[in-house]
């Protein structure tokens, strides 16, 4: 069973930044390709960011230029960098690992973003 552990949420001003960081557990992480999604009060959860084992990366349009996905593959870790945070960036943040025929999911960690 794969556990995705995500870590470094929290209450930020607008403008601010936060890196957030997931570790998964389990074998070969860097054949599978890891996502960050999240979910707005009220709204459906979305697609933030993904990256693929060998680093090629996808964003929403609403985070481009703003977000950074990159992954430590020898550390089971991916890694969102949030830069130029804004109040509609509020959320809760969850990990996401896409093996194919399963697919896996982080317990979620708050972004606050102050404006």
């Known amino acids: 069973q794969v556990q995705l552990v995500e870590s470094g949420g929290g209450l930020v001003q607008a403008g601010g930044s936060l890196r957030l960081s997931c570790t998964a557990s389990?074998?070969?992480?860097?054949?599978?390709?890891m996502g960050w999604y999240r979910q707005a009060p009220g709204k459906q959860r979305e697609l933030v960011a993904l990256?693929?084992?060998?680093?090629?990366?996808n964003y929403a349009n609403s985070v481009k230029g703003r977000f950074t996905v990159f992954r430590d593959n020898a550390k089971n870790t991916v890694y969102l960098q949030m830069n130029s945070l804004k109040a509609e960036d509020t959320a809760v943040y969850y990990c996401n690992q896409n093996r194919g025929n399963n697919i896996y999911w982080g317990q979620g960690t708050q972004v606050t973003v102050s404006s």
């Open positions: 990256i693929t084992g060998g680093g090629t990366t």
């Open positions: 389990g074998s070969i992480f860097s054949l599978w390709v």
